[in-house]
């Protein structure tokens, strides 16, 4: 019957218009990084591209022109293929639930644990959470943190 194949062929243009449509919304920002992750979850350190959403934001790291790593946060906290709830991912990467945004926080430069230990610096601030023997430093494009206690480390550098 005619009417019932146009009806499949609107609905496959309109869902395949959703799906694009999706995954076509353009970053609000995107940065070219130096990534260094030292995690029991994941060992890292190739160049990669930090692409900020509206709602989320998508690490993409690449190692002789292949891409080896895709961390996505939007709600979950996904890794190539393997997707977490985000205390489930930082037990797992931090060795510490800590709070569900610190991730995303340290890839955008932002404060953790609401500026707790907080600084200025000529450049930035800096945060030492000694409890947690956490040093947080962010200065211009660039964003280290160190976990001396559960041995982490998340070091972006902006190439420019």
């Known amino acids: 019957d005619m009417r ?14 959703l799906i694009l449509g999706c995954a076509n919304t353009p970053p609000t920002a995107s940065k070219t990084v ?5 995690s029991p979850m994941m060992k890292i350190n190739d160049v990669g591209f930090l692409h900020v959403y509206k709602k989320g ?26 997707c ?11 060795l510490a639930e800590h709070y569900d945004e610190i991730l995303s926080d340290i890839l ?7 500026g707790a ?3 200025k610096t000529a450049c930035g601030f800096e945060q030492n959470i ?3 023997l956490i040093k947080y430093e962010v200065c211009g494009g660039d964003a280290k943190f160190s976990d001396a206690k559960n041995r982490v480390k998340v070091i972006l550098k902006e190439l420019k």
């Open 57 to 82: 934001l998508n690490l993409q790291i690449y190692s002789s022109g292949l891409n080896t790593a895709n961390i996505k946060i939007s709600g979950q906290i996904c890794v190539n293929r393997g």
């Open 117 to 119: 230990g907080l600084s």
């Open 130 to 132: 000694s409890a947690n």
């Open 108 to 114: 955008q430069g932002r404060e953790i644990f609401n």
């Open 34 to 38: 130096q990534v260094t992750i030292l």
């Open 4 to 17: 019932s194949e146009i009806s499949k062929f609107t609905f496959l243009i309109g869902a395949a218009a």
């Open 84 to 94: 977490f709830a985000p205390s489930e991912f930082n037990k797992k990467f931090f």
